[in-house]
């Protein structure tokens, strides 16, 4: 199924098939049931850069883990450094308590104060309980430079863009490429932005779905491998080169509802990596590249009047976490894929131009190394 943003196609769409498992019916994160995605997106003005004026190119995504009072109800999680040169917030709470208690909010990287502040207006506004006879939410911000095309010293997301970015929150078809918290991101020296993907384990493995929703800007073009091929090398002079600093960052949030524990999602983390580097990444020096995991199937009350709490979690033992663990790579690999084929070609600050992944060229590529089945895409999908 097609996602989202203008008519450019989805890797799937074109025949490139990542991994072995199957999808879910979406292909996105939202597979996972109750997780819901939004975004607000904030273009505005062209020309020359006017510090604090604009042009804009940003914007904000929220990704709510359940339907339920998040905040009573909190999921188990685990934030995961791939490299530190980046910021998520309260992950020392969530390494110590095991758990998240609302939203996560992806957005620019000069952003996340404001965003995480109006997450606490947010969360004031649906408790009159929070921080007179309990403790106030820890807000989940995660963010990746968009400075090569928006006016990030502007910090131009503020709080009815996030209240707007969560209230959106649907599940289904998620919407990708350059919009929310993707809306100014480069990866590979293409347009990037926001992609998302999912996979369904068999029935002999409990039929759970692990989805993933990236925030892409990383990458230099020539290391791009798409399904193994390296259409990046192909493509170096597809355009002028860009000068800017090609490291980047991305933040990876995966989804499961299969009962793990804060630990496991560690390890689901860490395959994250494993993910990205398929699509031809190392992790630069100056990268902030995380993963933001939770469980949908280990809730725990804020109240509880018992001592002691009965939670059921997946044996390591078994063949059924390698299956977790090989959904998680396909899912990442995926997700940055989709990210770059559904971004459309964006001019920002200072007559900056970045050209989306072109889609007839990279079919072409695919094709000359064996990939038949990769076809272009048609007239009114291109």
Avoid at 282 to 299: E, K, L, P, V, W
Wanted: a negative charge.
């Amino acid at each position: 199924m097609k996602n989202g943003f203008g008519n450019r196609p989805r890797a799937r769409d074109l025949g490139i098939v990542v991994g072995v498992l199957p999808p879910g019916a979406h292909n996105a994160i939202t597979d996972v049931p109750g997780v819901r995605v939004g975004h607000c997106t904030l273009i505005q003005g062209h020309g020359n850069l006017m510090p604090g004026q604009g042009p804009i190119r940003t914007g904000v995504t929220a990704i709510l883990p359940h339907p339920g009072d998040l905040f009573l109800e909190k999921i188990t999680g685990a934030i995961v450094r791939i490299n530190g040169f980046g910021e998520v917030t309260n992950s020392q709470q969530v390494d110590e308590m095991g758990v998240m208690e609302g939203p996560i909010l992806l957005t620019n990287t000069m952003n996340v104060p404001r965003v995480a502040d109006a997450v606490i207006d947010w969360a004031y506004e649906h408790s009159s309980d929070m921080s007179v006879t309990t403790w106030g939410i820890s807000p989940i911000v995660a963010e990746t430079s968009d400075n090569y095309l928006n006016d990030a010293r502007g910090r131009h997301v503020r709080r009815e863009h996030v209240f707007e970015a969560i209230a959106s929150a649907r599940d289904g078809i998620v919407t990708e490429g350059a919009v929310g918290g993707g809306t100014g991101m480069i990866c590979y020296e293409f347009k990037g932005g926001i992609g998302t993907a999912s996979r369904v384990l068999a029935a002999e493995f409990g039929g759970y779905t692990v989805g993933a929703l990236v925030q892409s800007n990383f990458g230099s073009r020539a290391k791009l491998r798409i399904d193994g091929v390296p259409v990046g090398r192909a493509l170096m002079d597809y355009d002028e080169r860009i000068q800017r600093d090609s490291q980047g960052s991305v933040i990876v949030v995966i989804a499961t509802d299969a009962p793990m524990s804060s630990r496991q999602l560690k390890r689901m983390g860490m395959r994250v990596a494993f993910g990205l580097a398929r699509t031809g990444t190392q992790g630069g020096n100056t990268s902030g590249d995380f993963a933001i995991c939770f469980s949908t199937a280990r809730n725990r009350p804020h109240h509880s009047t018992a001592p002691t709490l009965q939670l059921t979690q997946v044996v390591e033992d078994t063949a059924l976490i390698n299956q977790l663990f090989d959904a998680v790579v396909e899912t990442t690999e995926e997700a940055v894929l989709n990210s770059l084929f559904k971004a459309e070609t964006m001019q920002g600050r200072d007559h900056h131009i970045i050209y989306a992944l072109p889609i007839q060229e990279t079919v072409e590529i695919m094709n000359r190394y064996g990939h038949t089945q990769v076809k272009a895409p048609s007239a009114e999908s291109s």
